[in-house]
């Protein structure tokens, strides 16, 4: 079977290395409240782990001095066409986010938001009082962010899966993994194989859909700038990799912290239920700061910089090191977190990092916050929803990515 | 509010004195409020005399109608006088800028000076409060503002970088008083030739009356007088004693020929009352001096306070004292609105028994009285009825708060009488010690009042007549801020006073709920504004001694 | 609910300090009016930092130093969380703040650079912490009640007695006809759908662990003190004869007590009423003395039980451990302990005795020079709601022997008032909120802060009138106080020099938040007690009663 067919979405973890895997990914939170009291700052070989929240926000916020470092898996995948995700504060870098906000517009959100949450609801009524969560909201949000970019299913594979691997390859992988390479460019190729022929076919057409394709081809054709076809390939192939991927991780993530906390999922469960998807947003948030995406974000020096410069702590990252900002551990710092242990929906804005913070804030923040909790809504609005039983009922992640939770509902 | 107190009617309680030495040189209603001369004037004068004019020269000259009483009282008295200068006053009169740069703060900056009318509750925020009359009040000192540019500091100047404020807000009234006197008869015949006389006389010396208000002091019996809402008056009074640590003042206040004893509700030292004896804090209480030397040149002696017997300062060396003997007289013209009272009050009522019809007892007089906190005839409210009468009959004001009505289901802990003394119900435990200190802490800020009410009697309280009357609030202290001011900005316009939440004294604020205490529940009536302050200002009230240095200038 | 209290003090560049106040000016301008007119005064540090009670910001100027920007802070919780909140509010603005004031010659220097360096990005909270001075004695009025705790309350308060006051339509109140326990019922009934919190039990205002330590410190430093008052006495009753030791104790404590009566009066012409009794030993602190002493017996029976032993063998070349002295050791050394703890009758009115020659020859300043400007701009700040605030600082009396009496006693003060102090009354009074003590320049100056209710004269008239006695211990070290007289008489109770001293040390405070500008101290446990009241499912009807007079 060739890859391009896979039903895997993410590289299936087996033997003693996904068990040593699975095994660190379950220890972090504890080891990295280690690192936070005594080393908050670690260097390992040319690694640096930083786990305080104050120097993980003077990482993001000093761009200048910690670059992300996404372009070389990015090239793979857009076959080194640029894209912003992968830059420093250049021009290029803001004329290219500039011409996504435009094409991608706050308006455009209560409809995303509808979208999906009536994708969610039509599946979730399907089922009979059992419901696999990843599998109901990965359909959810590529369906969603598909339509809305006006990319449909290619005829061989699946946007889903195609998307997650590119993902997983781009912030887990590194092109130095051959076999995993070959996959990943084998993938990468199809796809924008594929995503060629639908703007080609779009083109052809006269009656066109309002999406995001035919924002940039309406641009295109008026001449602006940064609207090229390939151009258009590669935004809209990175925001298919780079947003939907992301919801069937975090949101069984967060609804397995609910299912932990009955009274919170009670609380979460009668916002769904009234409506109020504000506060269900707040709850689903706080959710995700027990658990979010990744331990950290990776960066790189690219000049000597004295990290915590004047405290005890403070520590010279030569440049070129590694930097790992772990931002999961930023937000259980008691130093600048109130109580974070405690479970609070109230907590202020700069208390979540998980989006990141400062230039390479997270672009879909404002996509996430419309549509992730009307995924989980219809769910949340039935009754007695409860784990399913065994381990079924709890969640089990293949690496670092949600794989399976079961719930039951009457 | 204020009334006399302090008569000598046959069969009232004895009342203190000043010792003879003491008295001849302060000004009679020190001590007395002339309460046998019922009938009088307060004529506001405004001096507009040419530069030529020496400023004392008017006062010289008022001799001749006015005799100012002093403190030794007269056999058969059927007049009486007293007189007082604001700060603007006396720099007309031309005394010297150290002279008025002595005296006490308030008093050089006047009632209307910006953040003093916040706290007095007149005005905030560039706006008149209700509790004044529409368009301000009428009259004042016309103190004006600060320099603003005052006690810079050179050094900065380079550096300086803008952030000031705006700069103080200039009030003038349109009545201008530069002082006060006032004019006790036994009839209101004779008020009004005295008068007549008066004000023709001080037209020749280019002494203007700016405004005149009829006195009155309608005593019913044993020196009981009721205000225009027709509650007696003027009941509970500071009873000064002479302190003998560290000086031995108490030979200086008598009761019944012997050195007055501290009175242990009402006790405040003398120095509270009257400028140079010992106050609240045991020290003298701190007057204005002037120079004893003229020009710039100390060696060049000015005889004036010789002349005038005015005894050298006890601190500043080469200073006459000129406040000795003398205190600081607070006057507010407060407009009473009486029809609004009761038909307000009846309001109340209606609604309360409407709601609930088990409450037959509320009326408007039992919500008066509550506002009050007394009944009509000035028996103190108490858990079970009123309080008895003394043995002279007369309402008892040796009452304390803290044990008998912890509450205030009797006294509503917001009624007016309340809010003016506590005395000792801000007590925090209900211990002998907690509620002694609480009223020595709360006779710190007493003040004696001789105010007097003027304006007609209403025919009908329930109808307005559209005629002026109210309250002529007058009272004496030492320390403006710490006596009078205190009273008004801490206790009765406090909103958070005694643990009550968001209301101000009944009588005098603005429209506002107040809370009376009552088993099982309490309740709130909605009061509205009836006293409005129509004037008022800070004026020195001085000795003897110091009147006639002042007939020097 | 642990709070903290603190300040953050920066000396200032005198070039930059009239920027520096222009700068707090803007931001309060910006914070307490904002752009919007609809939003409340303070909104975003009332939304943004929401464990915040109290902020200040204010310049002092001073005739021998250059001026000290103040930064004095009052919220829930550890400080960490809430200087990165303040940092997200107006981190910027206080960088620009920090610019105004003087790098720092200690190890934070290297911090100040970081943060004030052109294009600094680095977090402003981190030098704030750096810098913050940790208070020698503070008061919390409302102890352990939690902002949000407080504005809940009031909430509940007047929606109590909107629903009190609720038009029945002619029937009787259903408040009115029952009991005061049913009553209590019916009104829970009726908040319990708007106040579910209700249902919980009342949050621990200070927590056993909390309550363990405060004691514990106290108990610490008194048999510290103890130690160290006695240790000459426990060295010259292990030396001498008991008798001899004790007749010399006797024939000392004799000639000081009768030197101290004969000075014990004030000097001719500074006599003063003192108001407020004086209690120098209340069954408090009776008891925790005679638990101190009995604590520093044990203690020091522990430590000199060994060193006779230890003697003892080396004297006899015996073997160092022999189990049959052990007891008789003890018995020795409690006795020798005991014997020298009696001695603190000696050192301690010594000591006062030694203060009263310093107190007699002190310099009082009856009128210090007032600036009128800065009193202007301090007044007219003042009284626009039922809290003010005071911010002063005075320089501190020099001399070995006062300077640790001074450290001392703040330290011991501090501790006492953390225990007994907590049902919000601090003496008479019940109008401080928030207020504070802390040293400034190597224990040269003395600041003070205080955040209290109605008006500065009146709170001042309360630490005359009720309070003078502590007040006066705690802050008579200060250079021009008025005359004090064994440490607790008279000082305060000059009241005009008292209060015009105080004029003169304070400063304008140029930015103050309250996160509850309309309640005092006693409203607000008032307040708590309706709460608390409301919580219960069911009341006595003497509790209901009693409860009653709250509404």
């Not at chain 1, 977190?337 to 913070?357: C, L």
Request: charged letters at 25%; hydrophobic letters at 45%; glycine letters at 8%.
């Amino acid at each position: 079977m060739s890859i391009l067919e896979t039903q895997d979405c993410y590289r299936p973890q087996r033997g003693v290395r996904g068990w040593i895997g699975g095994r660190f990914i379950a220890w972090a939170p504890a080891l990295l409240g280690l690192l936070r009291r005594w080393k908050p700052i670690l260097h390992l070989f040319s690694t640096w782990v930083v786990t305080r929240y104050d120097d993980v926000v003077e990482i993001f916020e000093t761009d200048a001095a910690f670059g992300v470092t996404y372009a070389e898996n990015l090239d793979v995948i857009t076959d080194k066409q640029p894209f912003f995700l992968g830059m420093r504060d250049t021009a290029d870098y803001r004329r290219q986010l500039a011409g996504m906000r435009t094409v991608c517009t706050a308006a455009d959100l209560h409809r995303l938001a509808d979208d999906a949450e009536a994708r969610a609801q039509a599946m979730v009524d399907a089922t009979d009082g059992r419901i696999e969560v990843v599998g109901l909201v990965r359909p959810a949000a590529f369906d969603t962010i598909a339509r809305y970019f006006g990319v449909p299913e290619p005829a061989v594979g699946s946007l889903s899966v195609w998307g997650s691997r590119l993902f997983e390859f781009q912030f887990t992988g590194s092109p130095a993994d051959k076999v995993w390479l070959a996959d990943v460019e084998q993938i990468a190729a199809a796809f924008r194989v594929h995503i060629d022929g639908v703007i080609a076919a779009r083109k052809a057409k006269v009656d066109r859909p309002d999406d995001v394709l035919s924002r940039c081809l309406t641009l295109q054709a008026q001449g602006a700038a940064g609207y090229s076809d390939v151009e258009i390939r590669t935004a809209l192939l990175c925001m298919i990799v780079g947003g939907p991927p992301q919801p069937p991780m975090v949101l069984p993530q967060a609804l397995e912290q609910l299912l932990r906390r009955p009274a919170w999922l009670a609380v979460a469960q009668q916002a769904a239920r009234a409506g109020d998807d504000g506060r269900l947003w707040a709850i689903i948030q706080e959710a995700m700061r027990f658990d979010p995406l990744g331990p950290g974000l990776k960066r790189i020096a690219l000049q000597d910089w004295t990290l915590a410069r004047g405290t005890s702590s403070a520590r010279t990252i030569t440049k070129g090191s590694n930097v790992v900002a772990a931002f999961s551990s930023a937000m259980m710092d008691a130093r600048r977190i109130p109580d974070p242990k405690r479970f609070d929906p109230d907590r202020q804005p700069h208390e979540y990092v998980h989006f990141g913070h400062g230039l390479h804030i997270c672009f879909g923040l404002q996509i996430n916050k419309a549509t992730m909790p009307r995924m989980l809504k219809p769910l949340l609005a039935r009754q007695n929803l409860r784990r399913a039983r065994g381990s079924a009922g709890h969640l089990r992640k293949n690496g670092l990515f949600s794989d399976r939770l079961v719930v039951e509902f009457d | 509010m204020a009334l006399a107190s302090v008569n000598s009617i046959p069969g009232s309680p004895p009342n203190w004195k000043l010792a003879p030495s003491l008295a001849i040189d302060t000004q009679g209603i020190v001590a007395s409020g002339f309460g046998k001369l019922e009938t009088g004037r307060a004529l506001f004068l405004e001096f507009t005399w040419p530069a030529s004019v020496p400023g004392g020269a008017w006062l010289e000259a008022l001799q001749e109608s006015v005799t100012i009483t002093h403190g030794v009282p007269a056999a058969q008295q059927d007049r009486a006088a007293a007189i007082a200068f604001t700060g603007t006053g006396l720099g007309y009169m031309g005394l010297g800028e150290q002279a008025l740069a002595s005296f006490a703060r308030p008093f050089r900056e006047g009632m209307y000076q910006e953040d003093r009318m916040r706290r007095l509750g007149d005005r905030r925020k560039g706006a008149w409060q209700e509790s004044v009359i529409d368009g301000g009040p009428v009259w004042s000192a016309n103190t004006p503002p600060r320099d603003p540019a005052e006690g810079k500091l050179d050094w900065m100047l380079p550096y300086q970088v803008p952030h000031d404020g705006a700069p103080e807000e200039d009030i003038r009234t349109p009545l201008t008083v530069h002082a006060l006197l006032m004019l006790y008869t036994r009839t209101e015949e004779d008020s009004r030739l005295w008068r007549d006389d008066v004000v023709a006389l001080l037209a020749r010396h280019h002494v203007d009356v700016v405004r005149q208000l009829e006195l009155l002091l309608d005593v019913e019996h044993q020196g009981i007088s009721r205000e225009h809402l027709g509650f007696a008056d003027g009941l509970s009074q500071p009873a000064p004693y002479g302190l003998t640590v560290p000086k031995d003042e108490s030979g200086l206040v008598t009761l019944e020929g012997r050195p007055a004893a501290r009175d242990p509700v009402q006790g405040v030292p003398l120095g509270e009352v009257l400028i140079g004896y010992q106050n609240g804090h045991s020290e003298p209480a701190p007057g204005p001096v002037v120079p004893t030397w003229v020009g710039g040149d100390p060696s060049k002696i000015d005889p004036r306070p010789e002349q005038a017997k005015l005894p050298p300062h006890s601190l500043a060396e080469g200073f006459a004292d000129l406040g000795l003997n003398g205190s600081y007289l607070v006057v507010r013209e407060l407009k009473q609105d009486v029809a609004k009272f009761w038909t307000s009050l009846e309001e109340n009522a209606a609604r309360i028994r409407a709601q609930d019809p088990t409450a037959n007892h509320v009326n408007a007089e039992w919500i008066a009285e509550r506002v009050i906190g007394r009944g009509r005839d000035g028996h103190l409210l108490c858990p079970a009825g009123y309080r008895k009468p003394d043995r002279y009959g007369l309402p008892d004001n040796g009452f304390l708060f803290r044990s008998d009505d912890p509450h205030g289901v009797g006294c509503p802990p917001g009624s007016h009488v309340r809010r003016a003394n506590p005395r000792d119900a801000l007590a925090p435990k209900d211990d002998q010690e907690s509620r002694e200190t609480l009223l020595q802490a709360a006779n710190n800020h007493r003040i004696l009042r001789r105010g007097r009410k003027f304006g007609p009697k209403i025919a009908d309280p329930k109808v307005d007549d559209e005629r002026d009357r109210g309250l002529l609030f007058m009272c004496l202290n030492t320390d403006i801020a710490r006596q009078f001011e205190f009273v008004q900005q801490t206790w009765l316009l406090n909103p958070a006073f005694a643990t009550l939440f968001g209301e101000v004294d009944p009588l005098l604020g603005p429209a506002g709920p107040m809370t009376i205490r009552e088993k099982p529940l309490r309740r709130t009536v909605d009061v509205r504004t009836y006293v409005q302050l129509a004037g008022g200002d800070y004026f020195f009230l001085p000795s003897m001694a110091a009147l006639r240095y002042l007939a020097l200038l | 609910m642990r709070q903290t209290t603190l300040c953050v003090p920066l000396e200032v560049k005198p070039e930059s300090c009239s920027r520096l106040v222009a700068l707090i000016e803007d931001l309060k301008r910006a914070e307490d009016k904002g752009s919007d007119p609809r939003t409340a005064n303070f909104f975003r540090l009332h939304n943004q930092i929401p464990t915040l009670h109290f902020l200040s910001m204010s310049v002092f100027p001073a005739a021998e130093f250059d001026p000290m920007f103040i930064i004095e802070a009052n919220f829930d919780g550890p400080p960490g969380p809430f200087w990165r909140q303040i940092d997200a509010v107006a981190g910027e603005r206080i960088r620009a703040m920090i610019r105004c004031c003087k790098r720092p010659r200690d190890d934070t220097g290297a911090l100040y650079d970081a943060v004030t360096e052109p294009g600094s990005k680095v977090a402003v909270a981190r030098y704030l912490e750096a810098r913050t001075e940790q208070p020698s004695v503070f008061h919390h009025g409302n102890r352990g009640l939690s902002r949000d705790r407080i504005l809940e309350d009031h909430q509940l308060f007047l929606a109590v007695r909107a629903e009190i006051d609720r038009p029945t339509g002619g029937r009787p109140s259903p408040y009115r006809t029952g009991t005061a326990a049913q009553a209590q019922t019916l009104l829970r009934a009726a908040m319990l759908p708007v106040f579910p919190w209700l249902d919980d039990p009342a949050p621990k205002r200070i927590s056993l662990s909390e309550r363990i330590s405060d004691i514990f410190r106290l108990l610490r430093f008194i048999v510290v003190a103890l130690v160290a008052l006695t240790l000459p006495g426990l060295l010259l009753a292990a030396a001498l004869r008991w008798q001899v030791y004790l007749s010399m104790l006797g024939i000392t404590a004799i000639i000081i007590f009768a030197l101290l009566f004969k000075h014990r009066a004030a000097i001719a012409g500074t006599e003063v009423i003192n108001r407020g009794k004086v209690h120098l030993l209340s069954p408090v602190k009776l008891l925790l003395l005679l638990v101190g002493a009995a604590l520093t017996i044990f203690l020091a029976t522990l430590v000199v039980t060994p060193i006779i032993l230890a003697i003892d063998a080396i004297g006899r070349f015996a073997t160092p451990f022999d189990t049959a002295a052990i007891p008789i050791a003890a018995r020795e050394a409690a006795y020798v302990a005991a014997l020298g703890v009696v001695s603190v009758f000696v050192t301690l009115p010594l000591i006062v005795l030694i203060l009263r020659y310093n107190e007699m020859r002190d310099s009082a300043q009856d009128r210090p020079p007032q600036d009128e400007r800065m009193l202007r701009e301090m007044i007219r700040r003042e009284d626009w709601i039922a809290q003010n605030h005071m911010g002063s600082i005075v320089l501190i009396k020099p001399g070995i022997l006062r300077s640790i009496i001074i450290r001392a006693g703040h330290y011991g003060l501090g501790l006492f008032l953390r225990v007994t102090a907590t049902d919000g009354y601090l003496g008479s009074m019940r109008t401080v909120h928030f207020a504070h003590w802390a040293f400034l320049n190597n224990h040269s100056r003395l600041l003070f802060f205080s955040n209290f209710d109605h008006s500065w004269d009146s709170y001042l008239d309360d630490f005359i009138e009720k309070a003078h006695a502590g007040l006066t211990l705690a802050w008579g070290s200060g250079i021009g106080f008025p005359p004090t007289r064994l440490l607790v008489y008279d000082g305060a109770s000059h009241g005009r020099q008292f209060k015009n001293w105080a004029l003169a040390s304070r400063t304008v405070s140029r930015l103050w938040y309250s996160a509850y500008p309309d309640l005092t101290v006693d409203q607000i446990e008032r307040n708590h007690q309706i709460a608390n009241g409301l919580r219960k499912r069911s009341m006595t009807e003497e509790e209901a009663t009693a409860w009653h007079w709250l509404l």
